[in-house]
């Protein structure tokens, strides 16, 4: 009898302090969803599928959960330590810019691969530090080949700019040159395909790592289904392939460095003009797309 009521007592003690670790985690993400440090390249595909190069551009964004905050966020790099990066707020996220470069030469002297600190804040009081590593094989950039992006209905290639928005659409993409699984298990490389409307609402979107779903390097095609788009209409849409470079989870927080490369293409639909109000030159999908910017001051190429 006393055996068994000892043996009541340590499973209760175990599940309170399971329910514990439980709730301590989910309230200890209830800010932040993750984080991410990205170096990148950027083109641009025309209708033949000849690629252009936009821009090399280095970047950093700590994601919010719905009703998440921060109250302080930097980044800082190890080689630079009185030179912390400030993160500015932007709608659902925190945003550092750190410029766009014509040569992924230039991109490197600026921000030479190695470590990188991240310091934030949550209005829970909490402060959080992570130092994670941003360097390829031999310490090298190692972002992955430029994508070439294409498309199919009823089984045969279609041209970019003939899309029937009455049938399926498949997207397709060229091999992804350094995909792997994450070794630490926390996010895989994965690739993001997105298609937004002339006036940037995004119709559809593959999904972001530790907010659901998402698609991963094993992936080779996404089917947009029928009716997705409108006739006669021109969209935008763009392919990525960020390359996890290291990974972390902070005190329940997921974040991660990458590599990264990204291709935009327009599109256009088949039949009647459905809206008559798309802008002559629609709005940047996001920062990676400089040639759609108004303009690009010298301090941020």
Same mark, same amino acid.
């Given at each position: 009898?006393? &055996? ?11 599940? +309170? &302090? ?10 200890? @993400? ?12 950027? !083109? ?7 690629? *252009?190069?936009? $821009?090399?551009? +280095? ?20 080689? $630079?330590? #009185? ?16 410029? %766009?470069?014509?040569?992924?030469? #230039? ?16 209005? #829970? ?19 992955? &080949?430029?994508? *070439? ?7 045969? /290639? ?12 498949? /997207?397709?993409?060229?091999? !992804?040159? $350094? ?14 395909? /997105? /298609?937004?409307?002339? %006036? ?10 530790? @907010?659901?779903?998402?698609?991963? +390097? ?6 947009? %289904?029928?009716?997705?788009? $409108? ?10 392939? =960020? %390359? ?11 974040? +991660?460095?990458? !590599?990264?490369?990204?291709? !935009?293409?327009?599109?256009? *639909?088949?039949?009647?003009?459905? #809206? @008559? ?6 709005? =940047?999908?996001?920062?990676? @797309? ?12």
């Amino acid at each position: 009898m006393v &055996a068994g009521k000892v043996d009541l007592l340590r499973r209760s003690w175990l599940a +309170f &302090a399971l329910l514990g670790l439980v709730q301590w985690a989910c309230t200890d @993400q209830s800010n932040i969803s993750f984080f991410v440090l990205v170096k990148s390249s950027n !083109y641009s595909q025309d209708v033949s599928g000849e690629l *252009t190069l936009l $821009n090399y551009h +280095f970047f950093s964004e700590i994601f919010l959960q719905p009703d998440g905050g921060l109250s302080a966020a930097t980044l800082t790099r190890h080689d $630079n330590p #009185d030179a912390p990066m400030v993160y500015e707020e932007r709608e659902n996220a925190y945003y550092v810019e750190g410029g %766009h470069f014509d040569t992924l030469e #230039d991109v490197d002297a600026a921000y030479p691969n190695g470590t990188f600190a991240f310091d934030f804040g949550t209005p #829970d009081g909490r402060e959080r530090h992570a130092e994670l590593l941003l360097a390829g094989p031999g310490g090298r950039t190692d972002i992955p &080949a430029p994508i *070439t992006i294409s498309f199919e209905q009823d089984g045969s /290639v279609v041209s970019p700019i003939l899309i029937d928005p009455a049938k399926d659409l498949v /997207v397709r993409w060229s091999e !992804y040159s $350094n995909g792997r699984a994450d070794p630490r298990g926390i996010v895989d490389d994965m690739i993001f395909v /997105v /298609v937004a409307d002339c %006036h940037g609402e995004r119709l559809f979107h593959t999904g972001l790592p530790f @907010q659901g779903d998402y698609v991963t +390097f094993r992936t080779t095609e996404v089917t947009v %289904h029928a009716g997705t788009l $409108n006739s006669g209409q021109s969209y935008s849409a763009f392919v990525e392939f =960020p %390359h996890v470079v290291d990974s972390r989870v902070v005190d329940g927080v997921p974040g +991660f460095t990458s !590599y990264a490369t990204a291709t !935009y293409i327009d599109i256009r *639909t088949l039949g009647e003009q459905s #809206d @008559q109000s798309c802008p002559d030159m629609p709005p =940047p999908m996001d920062t990676g @797309q400089t040639d759609r910017m108004v303009e690009v001051s010298d301090s941020a190429r």
